[in-house]
Protein backbone atom coordinates (compact mmCIF):
# COMPACT_ATOMS: atom_id res chain seq x y z
CA UNK A 1 0.00 0.00 0.00
CA UNK A 2 1.90 3.07 -1.14
CA UNK A 3 1.45 6.20 1.31
CA UNK A 4 0.99 9.34 -0.65
CA UNK A 5 2.87 12.40 1.93
CA UNK A 6 3.31 16.28 1.49
CA UNK A 7 6.43 16.96 -0.23
CA UNK A 8 9.29 16.38 2.63
CA UNK A 9 12.73 18.42 2.69
CA UNK A 10 15.69 17.42 4.47
CA UNK A 11 13.93 19.51 8.17
CA UNK A 12 11.91 16.69 8.35
CA UNK A 13 12.08 14.11 11.43
CA UNK A 14 11.67 10.40 9.39
CA UNK A 15 10.27 8.85 12.88
CA UNK A 16 7.79 12.11 12.82
CA UNK A 17 6.62 11.94 9.32
CA UNK A 18 6.26 8.10 9.39
CA UNK A 19 3.91 8.40 12.92
CA UNK A 20 2.43 11.20 10.75
CA UNK A 21 1.59 9.44 7.93
CA UNK A 22 1.73 5.67 9.04
CA UNK A 23 -1.86 5.73 10.61
CA UNK A 24 -2.80 2.47 8.53
CA UNK A 25 -0.35 0.43 9.63
CA UNK A 26 -1.37 -2.82 12.08
CA UNK A 27 0.76 -5.38 13.89
CA UNK A 28 3.04 -7.56 11.60
CA UNK A 29 3.02 -4.95 8.90
CA UNK A 30 6.62 -3.61 7.77
CA UNK A 31 6.66 -0.19 6.55
CA UNK A 32 9.37 0.33 3.53
CA UNK A 33 11.12 3.36 3.05
CA UNK A 34 12.79 5.07 0.04
CA UNK A 35 15.84 5.48 0.52
CA UNK A 36 16.29 8.41 -1.17
CA UNK A 37 13.93 9.80 1.48
CA UNK A 38 15.80 8.32 4.59
CA UNK A 39 19.06 9.50 2.86
CA UNK A 40 17.70 12.70 2.75
CA UNK A 41 15.87 12.99 5.92
CA UNK A 42 18.63 12.09 8.08
CA UNK A 43 21.39 13.63 6.42
CA UNK A 44 22.56 11.26 3.99
CA UNK A 45 22.96 13.16 0.67
CA UNK A 46 25.64 14.90 -0.71
CA UNK A 47 25.59 18.82 -2.30
CA UNK A 48 26.17 18.79 -6.11
CA UNK A 49 28.48 21.49 -4.55
CA UNK A 50 30.47 19.09 -2.69
CA UNK A 51 30.83 17.31 -6.20
CA UNK A 52 32.72 20.15 -8.82
CA UNK A 53 32.25 18.11 -12.52
CA UNK A 54 35.83 17.83 -14.55
CA UNK A 55 36.32 16.68 -17.60
CA UNK A 56 37.38 13.02 -17.24
CA UNK A 57 33.19 12.62 -15.82
CA UNK A 58 31.63 14.34 -18.69
CA UNK A 59 33.55 12.06 -21.19
CA UNK A 60 32.56 9.04 -19.39
CA UNK A 61 29.19 9.91 -18.76
CA UNK A 62 28.55 10.31 -22.31
CA UNK A 63 30.35 6.92 -23.25
CA UNK A 64 27.29 5.68 -20.59
CA UNK A 65 23.88 3.25 -22.75
CA UNK A 66 21.16 4.26 -20.12
CA UNK A 67 18.18 2.49 -20.11
CA UNK A 68 14.62 4.62 -21.16
CA UNK A 69 13.54 6.30 -17.94
CA UNK A 70 16.78 5.75 -15.83
CA UNK A 71 19.81 7.82 -16.54
CA UNK A 72 21.90 6.42 -14.61
CA UNK A 73 25.67 7.32 -14.94
CA UNK A 74 25.10 9.09 -17.91
CA UNK A 75 24.37 12.21 -15.53
CA UNK A 76 27.73 14.29 -15.44
CA UNK A 77 27.67 15.02 -11.81
CA UNK A 78 27.00 11.12 -10.76
CA UNK A 79 30.04 9.89 -12.76
CA UNK A 80 31.86 12.34 -10.79
CA UNK A 81 30.86 11.58 -7.86
CA UNK A 82 32.11 7.97 -8.75
CA UNK A 83 35.07 9.00 -9.66
CA UNK A 84 35.76 10.32 -6.39
CA UNK A 85 34.56 8.05 -4.63
CA UNK A 86 35.78 4.90 -5.67
CA UNK A 87 38.99 6.49 -7.73
CA UNK A 88 40.10 6.06 -11.13
CA UNK A 89 42.34 3.63 -11.64
CA UNK A 90 38.86 1.71 -10.55
CA UNK A 91 36.57 3.19 -12.62
CA UNK A 92 39.32 3.36 -15.51
CA UNK A 93 39.38 -0.24 -14.91
CA UNK A 94 35.26 -0.96 -14.80
CA UNK A 95 35.15 1.05 -18.33
CA UNK A 96 38.19 -1.27 -19.57
CA UNK A 97 36.28 -3.89 -19.04
CA UNK A 98 32.87 -2.43 -20.41
CA UNK A 99 34.30 -1.53 -23.61
CA UNK A 100 35.90 -5.62 -23.64
CA UNK A 101 32.77 -7.41 -23.10
CA UNK A 102 29.88 -4.95 -24.30
CA UNK A 103 30.61 -5.49 -28.07
CA UNK A 104 30.26 -9.23 -26.83
CA UNK A 105 26.68 -8.81 -25.62
CA UNK A 106 27.75 -8.89 -22.22
CA UNK A 107 25.95 -6.54 -20.42
CA UNK A 108 26.75 -5.05 -16.58
CA UNK A 109 30.46 -5.55 -16.48
CA UNK A 110 31.34 -1.77 -15.50
CA UNK A 111 29.27 -2.59 -12.34
CA UNK A 112 30.20 -5.85 -11.42
CA UNK A 113 34.01 -3.80 -11.08
CA UNK A 114 32.86 -1.15 -9.79
CA UNK A 115 30.58 -2.36 -7.09
CA UNK A 116 27.31 -0.60 -5.68
CA UNK A 117 28.22 2.86 -5.24
CA UNK A 118 28.40 2.96 -9.33
CA UNK A 119 25.09 1.00 -9.38
CA UNK A 120 23.10 2.72 -6.52
CA UNK A 121 24.10 6.13 -6.62
CA UNK A 122 21.20 8.56 -6.88
CA UNK A 123 20.22 11.95 -7.33
CA UNK A 124 21.32 14.95 -10.40
CA UNK A 125 17.64 15.12 -11.53
CA UNK A 126 14.79 17.55 -10.65
CA UNK A 127 13.46 17.80 -8.01
CA UNK A 128 16.71 16.65 -6.66
CA UNK A 129 19.30 18.23 -9.49
CA UNK A 130 21.40 20.07 -6.44
CA UNK A 131 21.74 16.69 -4.35
CA UNK A 132 23.27 13.28 -4.91
CA UNK A 133 22.54 10.29 -3.46
CA UNK A 134 25.07 7.22 -2.41
CA UNK A 135 23.78 4.10 -1.37
CA UNK A 136 22.96 3.73 2.42
CA UNK A 137 26.28 2.19 4.10
CA UNK A 138 24.22 -0.86 5.18
CA UNK A 139 25.30 -0.41 8.85
CA UNK A 140 24.08 2.60 8.87
CA UNK A 141 20.39 1.59 7.39
CA UNK A 142 20.54 -1.66 10.03
CA UNK A 143 20.96 0.94 12.68
CA UNK A 144 18.25 3.58 11.35
CA UNK A 145 15.91 0.62 10.94
CA UNK A 146 16.45 -0.91 14.45
CA UNK A 147 15.77 2.48 15.65
CA UNK A 148 12.54 3.60 13.41
CA UNK A 149 11.18 -0.44 14.89
CA UNK A 150 11.62 0.76 18.50
CA UNK A 151 9.64 3.93 17.77
CA UNK A 152 6.99 2.88 15.75
CA UNK A 153 6.31 -0.83 17.03
CA UNK A 154 6.34 -2.29 13.58
CA UNK A 155 8.88 -3.93 11.01
CA UNK A 156 10.92 -0.91 9.03
CA UNK A 157 13.02 -1.65 5.64
CA UNK A 158 15.14 0.87 3.86
CA UNK A 159 14.53 0.03 0.05
CA UNK A 160 15.85 0.94 -2.84
CA UNK A 161 13.65 0.23 -6.20
CA UNK A 162 13.11 0.99 -9.42
CA UNK A 163 11.29 0.14 -12.33
CA UNK A 164 14.45 -2.46 -13.15
CA UNK A 165 14.44 -4.10 -9.61
CA UNK A 166 16.28 -2.97 -6.70
CA UNK A 167 17.62 -3.55 -3.44
CA UNK A 168 16.43 -4.28 0.05
CA UNK A 169 18.94 -2.15 1.83
CA UNK A 170 18.51 -3.04 5.63
CA UNK A 171 15.45 -4.58 7.77
CA UNK A 172 14.57 -4.49 10.96
CA UNK A 173 13.74 -7.36 13.66
CA UNK A 174 9.82 -7.52 12.99
CA UNK A 175 10.42 -6.72 9.37
CA UNK A 176 8.91 -9.13 6.82
CA UNK A 177 12.38 -11.14 5.42
CA UNK A 178 14.58 -8.97 3.27
CA UNK A 179 13.74 -11.75 0.33
CA UNK A 180 9.93 -11.59 0.39
CA UNK A 181 10.09 -7.82 0.47
CA UNK A 182 12.30 -7.68 -2.47
CA UNK A 183 9.41 -9.72 -4.57
CA UNK A 184 6.12 -7.75 -3.24
CA UNK A 185 8.13 -4.68 -4.36
CA UNK A 186 8.93 -6.03 -7.58
CA UNK A 187 6.58 -3.69 -9.26
CA UNK A 188 7.77 -0.84 -7.43
CA UNK A 189 4.51 0.61 -6.32
CA UNK A 190 6.12 3.19 -5.13
CA UNK A 191 7.48 4.47 -8.10
CA UNK A 192 9.94 7.39 -8.84
CA UNK A 193 10.78 10.99 -8.23
CA UNK A 194 7.82 12.94 -8.40
CA UNK A 195 4.51 10.84 -7.31
CA UNK A 196 4.76 11.73 -3.75
CA UNK A 197 4.67 8.07 -2.23
CA UNK A 198 7.88 7.72 -0.50
CA UNK A 199 6.55 4.91 1.79
CA UNK A 200 4.81 1.61 1.46
CA UNK A 201 2.76 -0.66 3.78
CA UNK A 202 3.60 -4.21 3.41
CA UNK A 203 1.38 -6.44 4.93
CA UNK A 204 1.83 -10.33 4.95
CA UNK A 205 -1.33 -12.02 3.62
Not at 19 to 39: M, Q, R, W
Not at 44 to 69: D, F, I, K, N, Q
Not at 112 to 129: F, H, N, Q, S, T
Request: contains cysteine; hydrophobic residues 45%.
Amino acid sequence: MPVRTRWLSEKDDLGQVLLEYGGEVEPGDTIAVSEKVALLLTGGAVSTTEVPVGWEARLMARCVHHRPGALGLSIPVKMQYVLQTLGRPRIYAAAAVAAVTRPLGIRGGFFRVAGDVARYVDGGLPPYEDMVFPPFDPRKAAALCADLDERLGVGVAIVDMNDYGGAVRAVSSRSIPAATLLAALADNPMRQRLTGTPFAIVRPS
